[in-house]
Each structure stands twice: as structure tokens, then as C-alpha cells.
DNA sequence: CTATTTCATATTGGATCCAATTTACAATAT
DNA sequence: ATATTGTAAATTGGATCCAATATGAAATAG
């Protein structure tokens, strides 16, 4: 038999909703570190049950974004300085050794989304997007390693100082200067250099670490 | 005032105990991969409503150790030898950095603590208890970087393969070999001797995965 | 007899209800 | 006025119920 299939998507499940729009808010900071997540509330602007909200919420807090404490419910999970400092350490471990492995993968397809994204980035002229930017350009090079549990990690990892690092982008001139790191970057996959490609990630980290620390107390 | 205060230890909630018998019945193997979790039936064994087995099982996908199916539930998950072995890669890329940078952090207690956890290990006629025995010595020593999200995701990579390892220990002389690179790595922590700990658990890591790669095969 | 369809059963997803606990606030005593 | 106590409201944890979907077996068509 031949047919036009349609992919009826089956439509994602409430909890599953409630989840990506709350882990979305939360690292993007629109619910601040410390504010409380009522399970009422969100349910009403979902128009569900308290049910979906508490699985989502479950979730959240094996990411690591709230905390729950017994009948006094979840807050967003904020870091300190020293608990930052060390996500970015284990990020300026990781990602060049992803980025390493990924260069001889890299086919010309990613290449040129990868080129797609830090234009977007570098063109964008709305300081909300850049933070979204900015993973999209990383992710799409690393992703090329098929290294699948690698990228879930350093998703979680992003996810966790992703606030901080969107703060640190529109202040001085952090924007300017991650937009030549990742031109530098880019090329080096270009030209297959893995070894460069990793040396330059590491530093691209590093030194976004150093000017979080640098301002992080203006920042809370 | 002054009054013998009893900790009045909350009972811990009906789902995060549902959850800490589910996550350590997978790790040890107790409930095959492939196998459902039927919300029922846990329910029941557990003497509470289905909702707190839900809320488990959310997070025991978040944490990659089940997959669920809309309308078909949760199933334990397993892994595919490329999986296992990038699990692997993982480890050994991350553990060495911890123990580096713990050696110079070990109190004499630590160190004592590991002796008595490699001393239990080399001396256990329980099977059973070999990876729990194995876990504890590495995370002895990990615990004093004090590099909480190091150690957080440490303890996920670990529970993701603790199955395959723990198969690994009683075949061959996968024991006798553990316990001798255990002594080794000991020893250079007591020397102060970061560098060569760092090197010693990579290989340590490295090696369990080349020899569980020879016999992957016949694990499953 | 085999393949397809129908339909009852099992299972999960979600809503509603009740219990346990915390929180906010008024009432009271010092 | 301040601190303490008592109480009602708010909030979370959990149980029960209903809806949506999947599964498997019986019925039926070829």
C-alpha cells in the first residue's frame, strides 16, 4: 500500500510541556534564582492539574535548576561564586576534548551551520538572543563528535551558568570578543586543526570564566 | 533552656525513597535492561498510590537510567557498546582531573578511609558487594577536591555502568587486577604524589574499558 | 487455515479530592 | 511595644478516580 504519510506528531505530554517552559524560563532568567515555583500557579497558566507540574518540577531538580525541600516546595537553584567557577572548570575540561574529537568529523554541512550561527550571532542585534546564539554556534560543531552523552552533559552544564553567562555577554565588551573567539574557532575546524580547535575552546572558556568572576558580584 | 534534643527526622518523602530503590535496583542489575517498570505493581510493592512511582520515574529518566514511552511506560535502559565505551572515555577523561587536584587536599583521615575501602574490597568473598566496595574507595578519595558537580556527575557516569562493571569484576581476574591498581593509587595519594594519581586512575579507567570490551559480548 | 477486525483488558496520563505541614496573622500576656 | 500562642489560610504530598491509549485475544472474512 502507498500513502502520503503524515507524521500525526503525537502531542507532547503535559508534563513534558511544563517541563521545557519552566527549564527554559529559568535558565534564561525570567524566574530568578530563589523565587519559588507554585505548583498552583504554574498549573493554572498551563491548564492542567497539579499532576504534570510536580513531574516536571521532579525533573528540574535532578537537573539540578530548583531545590525542594518537604512541604515547603522548589526553588530556583542559584550558585555561588566557588560552585560557578567550578562548572566552568569542568567545561574548559570537556568541551576541547569534545571539540578535538569532533573536527575530523565535521562534514562541510556543518560547516557551513556552524558559520550560520556565529554570523546570526554576530549580526544580532537583540541581547536576548545572543545567549541562544551562542550555544546554537557551539553545539553545532560539537555535535558532530556523535558523541551523544558528552553533549547531554555539557547541556547540563550550559544550562547551569547559562544566566550568568548571558549577564557577562552584553556587559564590557564581552559580545565583541566572544564573536572573534568564535570566528578563531571556526576556522581552526575549517582548516582540520583539532589540536588548535581544542586549545582555543579551552581558552574561549577560560577566559569567559575569568570575567565572571571579575563581575560577578555586580551581577547579584 | 537546655533539653536532649532528638532529631526528629522527617520521614523522607514516599517518592524519593521509590526512587532510591529503583535507581539502586538498576545499577545492581536487579531489574534487567529491557525490563518495564509497571507504575502498578511498584506502587503496590511500596504501599503507596501510583503518583510518588511517577514522580521517581521522571527522575530516573532525567538521570538517562530508564526511557519512557508515552502510554507505554518506562523500561529500563541499557547500553550499546559504542555507549558504554564513550561512557568510558568520559571517566577517563574527568576522574584523573579530580583525583589531581584532591591528592593535595587528603586529610589522614581520608587516606585512612580509603585504606579501609580497598581493604574491605580486597578482602570481600561477596560478589554482590564488589561495586559497591569499588565505589565507595574512588569516591573516598574524589570527595576531598570537594568538587561537588565533578562528583555529581562522576556518580551518574558510574551509575550508567555499574552493571557492566560489576559483571566485568568477577570474570577473569578483573578483582585481583582492581585491587592491585587500588593499592597503587592509594600509594601515590599518601606520597602526595598528584600527578601520579591522576595517571594511575586513567589507566585504571582505560583498562577496565578495554576488558570489558573484550568480553561485552558475552555479558549480553 | 490465515489474515484482519473487533472488542475487552491492562496500563499510563491527568484531574480531583483529602491529609499533612508550613506560613501568616490576629489575639494575648508580659 | 514585644514576645508568645493559637488559629485560619496557603501550600505541598499523596490517594483515588476518570480518560486516553496500547495490548492481546476472540470473532470474522477471505
Redesign the pocket.
Known amino acids: 500500500m502507498k500513502l502520503n504519510s503524515v507524521d500525526i506528531s503525537k502531542t507532547a ?3 513534558s510541556i511544563v517541563f521545557d517552559a519552566l527549564r527554559k524560563a529559568i535558565i534564561e532568567g525570567d524566574v530568578k534564582e530563589g523565587e ?5 500557579e504554574i498549573a493554572r497558566l498551563f491548564n ?5 507540574v ?1 513531574e516536571a518540577i521532579s525533573r528540574l531538580e535532578e537537573q539540578g535548576l530548583v531545590k ?1 525541600q ?4 522548589a526553588v530556583v537553584s542559584g550558585l555561588s561564586q566557588t560552585e560557578a567557577e567550578e562548572i566552568f572548570d569542568f567545561r574548559a575540561l570537556i568541551e576541547p576534548e569534545v571539540i578535538r574529537r569532533a573536527v575530523p568529523l565535521m562534514s562541510q554541512e556543518t560547516l557551513e551551520r556552524a558559520r550560520e550561527s556565529w554570523t546570526a550571532f554576530s549580526t544580532s542585534s537583540e541581547p536576548m538572543r545572543w545567549g541562544e546564539l551562542n550555544r546554537d554556534f557551539h553545539a553545532t560543531l560539537y555535535r558532530a563528535s556523535g558523541l551523544q552523552y558528552h553533549l547531554d552533559i555539557i547541556d547540563n552544564a550550559m544550562d547551569r551558568v547559562d544566566r550568568y553567562l548571558r549577564a557577562q555577554l552584553v556587559m564590557s565588551n564581552g559580545m565583541q570578543r566572544a564573536n572573534e573567539e568564535h570566528i578563531a574557532i571556526w576556522e581552526a575546524c575549517v582548516n582540520g586543526n583539532a589540536a588548535q580547535a581544542a586549545d582555543l575552546t579551552r581558552q574561549h572558556i577560560t577566559g569567559a570564566r575569568e570575567s565572571l568572576m571579575q563581575n560577578i558580584n555586580g551581577l547579584r
Open positions: 505530554s503535559a508534563s519559588p515555583l507554585r505548583q498552583d492542567t492539574s497539579r499532576i504534570p510536580r525542594t518537604r512541604y515547603k516546595g
